[in-house]
Structures are given as structure tokens and as C-alpha cells.
């Protein structure tokens, strides 16, 4: 039973296979088994491939299984219209394109596989160029912020610088009457004269204004931090936004990148060895001698293309005897003066009802 489905995976007549030789029939049961593990391991590569797309083991499974058939159809076709030729170089002429789509659907199907093969280190590529892209996603937004940010720093800082200037003025002002009160400056007499009342003014007005800038910029520095805490809370919300972005770049594409960035040599021969299984039946069949399955096929062929030379020659045969034997009889018939007569007379009769119809037609317009 096994034997039977792998012949029908090759592609092979079964009429002729089934005519020939056990050693025939295990020769393209082994095709027919390449063929179907082919689209086996097409399946599995297209459905992981799918899967690293829509995340959904069905979907992926479904279309995957899809893609096995596609590729199994494909290759079975190549090696079922592959003929035995006489010369070496026709057959590989008659191969050469099948060669080259056997080669691109074998690096279709092993990408996928070297995908899962190498995902630790592909993960682990995908990683550094996370951490890359999160830390550069933050600077672009913290640019984005900057301006504002600065801004209100600046305004802030100075409030803050207004208050300091404010209160040195001030102890300036208190240190001048003080050292007034103790003669130690000033008019250099110990007392509270009229100098010193001045200057105790002065010092007391500076300092109502103190109270009053301090209390209005302190307001306004409370308002540009809130302002600021809030800036620095969008920053912070947009970078979290878009964290689950980076987190999810880690698709088909993305890993197809991360896998080129890798040593070559291993993905390279996992390749050659994908390319290996695909051709193997085509090189099979190139290099094995003609079978007795050939002979057969060939035979076949033969005898369909000799039946088909045969009816085309005897129907140009019945075509050329049909047209001379007509143009005979037909040339007989020109001779005939009964039949001249008789098709003059009823020709004249025509002529004179088409006159009757216009001398009767030019009547009634007039």
C-alpha cells in the first residue's frame, strides 16, 4: 500500500509502472517518497513561517498545509514531465528549468526552518536591537519634550533667581541699618538717629516686597512644576506607548534580518541541503540510465505520435482526392448548355421583375 501511494507520488503511468519490473517500480516509489517528505517539510516550514505572522497555530496549520500541497503538486509535476532522452545534453536542457524552480522553492523552504534552527540566536540578535531601538525611541521623544521642557525650566529658574535676588537686597538693607544702630558704618554714631529711621524704611519696604514677590512667584513656580511634572508624564506615557511596539518586533521579516546577521557557513548548508533533497529526484532521474519504464513510455508515445502522423496524412490524402474529384464534376457542369439555358432564362426573369419593382416604385413617388 505504502509502495503504491509513493508511486503515485512520482507521477509515474501506473498502467506502465505497474507493467514493469519490481527493481522499476522501487526506483520511482523512492522518487515518490522524496517528493512527498518534500512537501512534508514544506508544510512544517510554511506553517511556523505563517505562524510568526497571525500568532494562530490553526491558521498558520491551515495555510501551511496549503502551501505542502502547492509544493507537493509542484514537484511531482517536475519529475512526472521529465523524459529519458538519447543524448545527455537534451536531457539537460529539458531539465534546466526545473532545476532552477526546484532550487527556489527548496531556499523557500528552508528559510523558515533555519528561522527555528537558529531562534536562540536570532533572539538574542532581537534583543540588542530592542535595547537599541528603546533607547533611541526615548531620546527622539525626550527631543521631542526638550523644548518645552527647557522652557519651562527656565522659567522657573527664574522665579527662583527673582526671590534670591529679592531677599539679598533685603539683608543688604537690614545689615545697613543695623550697622547704623551700632556706628559701626555710616555716620559712625551709636544710636537710632534720623539715618538709621531711613534706612530702617527703607528696609521694611524691601521687605513687604519680598513677601509679596515670594508669594506671587512662589505660586507661579508651583504652577510651572505642576506643568512640568505633567510634560514629563506625557514623555514618560509616550515612551511607554511605544514600548509594545519594540516588544513586538520580532516578525517574519524582522527575523529574516537577524538571521543574515549571523555566520553564514551553517545557514548556507542547511540551505544546500534543502537544495539537495528538492533535486535529488530530478538528478536521479538525469543520471539513471533508461529504464524499462522509459522504454515503455517512450514506446507509448511513439505509437500516439506515429497514429497521429498517419490520420494527418490520410486526411490531406481525402482532402486533395475530394478537391479534384469536385473541381471534375464541377468542370463538367460548366459544359452543360441545358443548365446554361436554364439558368439565363431565370436570370432574365429576375432582371425584369427588379424593373417592374423600380418603374413601379418612381410612380408613386411622382
Known amino acids: 500500500m505504502l509502495k ?5 507520488c512520482s507521477g509515474a503511468d501506473k498502467d506502465l509502472i505497474y507493467s514493469c519490473s519490481n527493481g522499476e517500480q522501487n526506483k520511482y516509489a523512492g522518487i515518490g517518497a522524496t517528493v512527498f517528505f518534500t512537501a512534508i517539510m514544506a508544510w512544517i516550514a510554511a506553517s511556523y513561517a505563517l505562524y510568526t505572522v497571525f500568532d494562530n497555530v490553526f491558521m498558520a496549520t491551515f495555510f501551511g498545509l496549503v502551501w505542502g500541497l502547492l509544493i507537493f503538486n509542484l514537484d511531482r509535476f517536475i519529475v512526472s514531465t521529465i523524459r529519458k532522452r538519447d543524448r545527455i545534453g537534451q536531457e539537460f536542457l529539458q531539465a534546466t528549468p526545473r532545476i532552477l524552480l526546484a532550487m527556489i522553492i527548496a531556499i523557500v523552504i528552508s528559510k523558515p526552518l533555519e528561522i527555528k534552527i537558529f531562534q536562540k540566536e536570532i533572539d538574542t540578535v532581537l534583543l540588542k536591537e530592542k535595547n537599541d531601538m528603546a533607547l533611541a525611541n526615548k531620546k527622539q521623544v525626550a527631543n521631542f519634550f526638550q523644548g518645552d521642557l527647557a522652557k519651562n525650566k527656565a522659567e522657573t529658574d527664574s522665579l527662583k533667581s527673582a526671590i534670591t535676588k529679592k531677599e539679598k537686597e533685603v539683608n543688604e538693607l537690614y545689615g545697613t541699618y543695623i550697622t547704623e544702630a551700632e556706628g ?7 544710636g537710632k538717629g534720623p539715618v538709621y529711621n531711613e534706612k530702617r524704611q527703607k528696609h521694611d519696604a524691601a521687605l513687604l516686597e519680598l513677601e509679596a514677590l515670594r508669594k506671587t512667584n512662589l505660586d507661579k513656580i508651583a504652577a510651572k512644576e505642576k506643568q512640568g511634572e505633567t510634560l514629563q508624564a ?9 514600548q509594545p511596539i519594540i516588544d513586538g518586533f520580532d516578525g517574519l521579516m524582522a527575523r529574516i534580518n537577524a538571521l543574515n546577521k549571523l555566520p553564514w557557513l551553517p545557514s548556507f548548508f542547511i540551505m544546500l541541503l534543502f537544495l539537495a533533497i528538492e533535486t535529488s529526484p530530478i538528478i536521479a532521474k538525469l543520471l539513471s540510465p533508461k529504464g524499462e519504464y522509459d522504454f515503455k513510455l517512450e514506446d507509448s508515445e511513439m505509437a500516439i505520435k506515429t497514429n497521429l502522423a498517419q490520420n494527418n496524412y490520410q486526411r490531406e490524402l481525402m482532402r486533395t482526392t475530394d478537391a479534384g474529384i469536385y473541381d471534375d464534376v ?8 441545358e443548365l446554361y439555358n436554364y439558368k439565363k432564362k ?13 418603374s413601379n416604385k418612381q410612380k408613386n413617388v411622382m
Open 346 to 358: 431565370r436570370a432574365i426573369e429576375l432582371l425584369e421583375m427588379q424593373a417592374d419593382s423600380f
Open 330 to 337: 464541377y468542370g463538367e457542369i460548366r459544359e452543360d448548355r
Open 234 to 242: 506625557d514623555l514618560d506615557k509616550k515612551v511607554i506607548d511605544s
Open 184 to 190: 559701626t558704618k555710616g555716620t559712625l554714631k551709636l
Open 4 to 8: 503504491r501511494f509513493f508511486i503515485i
